[in-house]
C-alpha cells in the first residue's frame, strides 16, 4: 500500500517554479556574500505560494535539493528529498509519509487494528480454554497463546498509534508540526493550518464520504499550498487596487488564502505548463511580496 513510488517530492512533480534556475544556482555557490543570497531568493519566491518562514523569518530554502521549499515541505534525510506535507519517515513501511500517501498510511493502520482486534475476539475462548485445561495436549495450544498474545500487543501498539493520527488529522497538523510549530511571518502559530474539524478531515479524506475508507486517493489540495487560517493577517500578502487585501474571510473573521482548495482528485498534480496557466491569474494578486529584511537559513 505504501510503495516507494507513492510518495511525491518536488522533482516527480515537475513544479519548476521552486527550483531555482542554473544562474541563481550558480550565484548562490559562487557569491559569499549574504545580500546576494537575499535577492535571489527574493526574487525567486516572491511569486510562490509560500506562507512559512525559518525561525529567522527566512524564506525556507533546502541548500540540498536547491530549491525553495512550499509550505509544510521538509527534507527527508534518509530518502535525501524533499517531501511534499511531510509526517515522517516510517521504517516499518521504508517510505516517507507525506501528502499523496497520507490518507493510504491511516487506513493501513486502521485495517491493521481491526485485523489484530478480529484475531484476539476469535481467540480469546481458545485462550481461556488454554489456561483451564480445556485444550487437547498438543503443540497446537502453545500456536493458540502465541498468536493471542502477538495478536493483543499489536492491537495496542497500533490503537495508540492510530489515535494519535486521528488527533493530528482533526488539529490538521503533521507529526512534524506537532513537535514544532510551524513559523509564519506574524511568527509562530501552532494551529496556522487548522480550519475547523470538519475542513480539517476533508483536507485529508476529502469531500466524498463513500470514498473515506476506500484505498483511493481523495485528498484535497496539490501538496504544494495550503489555505491558512491566520490569527494576524501577512504582511506579506499583496493588497488589491482597492485597498482590501487578496485574504478571504469566513464567517468567524478568519483569514483564508484567496485560492480555495482544488476539489478531490485522483492525480496529485498535471504538469508545469497546466498548473501556471490554471494558477497564474490567482496567485500573483496573492502571494507574498518581497521584503529586504528577509534572510536565507539553510535547512535540511
Known sequence: ????????????????????????????????????????????????????????????????????????????????????????????????????????????????????????????????????????????????????????MFSVSLSSLFGYHCWLVSKNKSTLEAFRAPVFRHGTDKNGFSLGFSKNLKQVFGDEKKYWLLPIFTSQGDGCSFPTCLVNQDPEQAVTPSGHSTLNKNENNLHFPSKPLRDSQSHLLTDTQSWTESSANSEKNKLGMSNPALTMENET
Open 1 to 152: 500500500m505504501l510503495a516507494p513510488t507513492v510518495v511525491h517530492d518536488l522533482t516527480t512533480h515537475g513544479i519548476m517554479q521552486f527550483h531555482l534556475t542554473y544562474a541563481d544556482k550558480e550565484l548562490l555557490e559562487r557569491e559569499p556574500r549574504s545580500e546576494i543570497h537575499q535577492e535571489v531568493l527574493r526574487r525567486a519566491g516572491k511569486d510562490l505560494p509560500i506562507y512559512t518562514r525559518t525561525m529567522s523569518g527566512a524564506i525556507r530554502y533546502c541548500d540540498r535539493c536547491q530549491l525553495i521549499k512550499p509550505d509544510r515541505c521538509h527534507h527527508c534525510s534518509v530518502c535525501d528529498k524533499c517531501i511534499l506535507k511531510m509526517d515522517h519517515h516510517c521504517p516499518w513501511v521504508n517510505n516517507c509519509v507525506g501528502f499523496s500517501n497520507y490518507k493510504f498510511f491511516l487506513l493501513f493502520l486502521a485495517y491493521s487494528l481491526l485485523y489484530c482486534l478480529f484475531i484476539v475476539a476469535t481467540d480469546l475462548q481458545y485462550f481461556i480454554r488454554f489456561w483451564t485445561n480445556g485444550l487437547p495436549d498438543t503443540q497446537a495450544k502453545f500456536h493458540i497463546m502465541f498468536l493471542f498474545f502477538a495478536a493483543a
